[in-house]
Nanobody
């Protein structure tokens, strides 16, 4: 079992930056492929970014490429999402997710992840 706790959300203006963090506990963090998803009100939960166990591979949704950066610190058991040039359409509840599998193609699928945090709210005003 892995416990995930997100932090760092808030209310910002368009063009601002935020850094989300996900703290994990329970199992060896370096064994887990990590992802970030977001869910806008009334919409489905969508993939944002993911990072492999050794941080050798990162993946991004087209909508955030060039603006968001995912990183992990295996010594601290944390995964971060640096979000720059935020837009109102980035508003949503951001979830951290984990799986012990090595994802080569399914990193964007919700069903590929076994553990989820409770989410942290990001609101971007125009």
């Amino acid at each position: 079992q892995v416990q995930l706790v997100e932090s760092g959300g808030g209310l910002v203006q368009a063009g601002d930056s935020l850094r989300l963090s996900c703290a994990t506990s329970g199992r060896t963090f370096s064994n887990y492929f990590m992802g970030w998803f977001r869910q806008a009100p009334g919409k489905e939960r969508l993939f944002v970014a993911a990072i492999s166990q050794n941080a050798g591979s990162t993946y991004y949704a087209d909508s955030v490429k060039g603006r968001f950066t995912i990183s992990r610190d295996n010594a601290k058991s944390t995964v971060d999402l640096q979000m720059n040039s935020l837009k109102p359409e980035d508003t949503g509840l951001y979830y951290c997710a984990a799986t012990a599998s090595r994802l080569y193609t399914a990193w964007g699928a919700r069903s590929a992840y076994d553990y989820w945090g409770q989410g942290t709210q990001v609101t971007v005003s125009s």
